[in-house]
C-alpha cells in the first residue's frame, strides 16, 4: 500500500500564495504521475495539475501561469506552489499518484487539504 500525506493548506487573502506539499510513503516499488486536483463545495473534483517521473507537466487552464507543479523523485514528495490566488481556487485540494506497490499499479489519493482564499 502507498499513503499519501498532504500539507501546506490554510487560509489566504486573495492575491497571497501558498505552497502545498503531499509526500508519498509506504510499499512504493514505483511512481508515473503524481498530481493535484480539487474540490469546491457542490462541484465535482477536477484536475489542477500533473507532472510525470519525467517532469513533463500538465495544469488545468484556470490556474496556467499561477500555479506550479514541482516533484522530488527522491523524495516522493510532489509540490503545488501557488500564487496570485483568487476566491474561486478555494477548495479541498488532493494528491494523487500512480504508483506501483506490489505487483499493482493503482491510483492512490491523499485526505485531502483545505484551501480558503478569502476576498
Known amino acids: 500500500q502507498v499513503q499519501l500525506v498532504e500539507s501546506g493548506g490554510g487560509l489566504v487573502q486573495a492575491g497571497g500564495s501558498l505552497r502545498l506539499s503531499c509526500a508519498a510513503s509506504?510499499?512504493?516499488?514505483?511512481?508515473?504521475?503524481m498530481g493535484w486536483y480539487r474540490q469546491a463545495p457542490g462541484k465535482q473534483r477536477e484536475l489542477v495539475a500533473t507532472?510525470?517521473?519525467?517532469?513533463?507537466?500538465n495544469y488545468a487552464d484556470s490556474v496556467m501561469g499561477r500555479f506550479t507543479i514541482s516533484r522530488d523523485n527522491a523524495k516522493n514528495t510532489v509540490y503545488l506552489q501557488m500564487n496570485s490566488l483568487k476566491p474561486e481556487d478555494t477548495a479541498v485540494y488532493y494528491c494523487?499518484?500512480?504508483?506501483?506497490?506490489?505487483?499493482?499499479?493503482?491510483?492512490?489519493w491523499g485526505q485531502g487539504t483545505q484551501v480558503t482564499v478569502s476576498s
Open positions: 509506504g510499499s512504493i516499488v514505483s511512481i508515473n504521475a
Open positions: 507532472i510525470t517521473s519525467g517532469g513533463s507537466t
Open positions: 494523487n499518484s500512480w504508483a506501483l506497490s506490489g505487483l499493482r499499479w493503482r491510483d492512490y
